[in-house]
């Protein structure tokens, strides 16, 4: 069990430097370690084996989440006890709530993932907005996906903003990092999930494809950036695009609303009777 600070830290410490640092993704990739912000992120962290390193908490917040506090110390985690200046200064948030964790980086090797033989699958391709991107990983933990992958043109996963979009999902899944587009499309074909990409303008519709009952099996999605979408090289690469069907008179969805519906169809199908899901299923 890591021990508590006695005292407060103080703010010139070289370990509330190097915790400051991290809020560059330069020293993120350096040093293999990002900030985990507020009660529920450092409450997933601990309890996901040796990922955290450090917990920086005021003396309120200690008191108020002390089952958090204890359960990174039982991780083996060094607990410091911090002034709210400290924590502003290492915080990337407006509204800093008491609690930062440094932690481990946790990306899963791509050929991991493929040789788990996943059913479900998140590919972020191109995807930039670090907010889109955790939580469109929230809603893959939500659907009950096996795993996120995100290409190398895509946003860093570790970027604070992203951290907090996923609200702890990302301590919850396989995810892949830095994956060419095009490796990741081949491999996970070879791993026989097949490839939708996810589009507005996409010649298929989903509930077309619910109703016809081709959404049961390994599916992978491949979501773009909600800007202008998927490039046409990235669609060309995938089995199919399939569009959201608009049955309003909204314009279109945001790519996490578009993912959480895509994701939830081919949950459901996979979970119906014949569905990779099943219980007759693998």
Known sequence: ??????????????????????????????????????????????????????????????????????????????????????????????TPQGLVGVCRFLDTPFQEILAARPRLVAVLAHVRDPGNAGTVLRCADAAGADAVVLTDASVDLYNPKAVRASVGSLFHLPVA???????????????GVRLLAADGAGHRDLDDELDKGTMGGPTAWVFGNEAWGLPEETRA????????????????????????????????????????????GS
Do not use: W
């Open 177 to 191: 990092v830095g994956v060419p587009v095009e490796q990741a499309v081949a491999g996970l074909r070879d791993a």
């Open 237 to 280: 690469l995938t089995d199919a695009v399939v569009r959201v069907p608009i049955h309003g008179k909204a314009e279109s969805l945001n790519l996490a609303t578009a993912a959480a519906v895509c994701l939830y169809a081919s949950a459901r199908a996979q979970r119906a009777a014949g569905g990779c899901r099943s219980v007759t």
């Open 1 to 94: 069990m890591a021990p508590v600070s006695p005292e407060l830290i103080s703010p010139r410490s070289p370990r509330v430097a190097a915790a400051r640092r991290l809020g560059k993704r330069n020293f993120r990739g350096k040093e293999r370690l990002f900030l985990a912000e507020g009660p529920q992120a450092v409450r997933e962290a601990a309890g996901h084996g040796d990922t955290l390193v450090e917990l920086f908490a005021t003396v309120e917040a200690a008191e108020r989440y002390a089952d958090i506090v204890g359960a990174a110390r039982d991780a083996g985690a060094r607990v410091h006890l911090a002034s709210e200046d400290v924590i502003a200064d290492i915080s990337t948030t407006v």
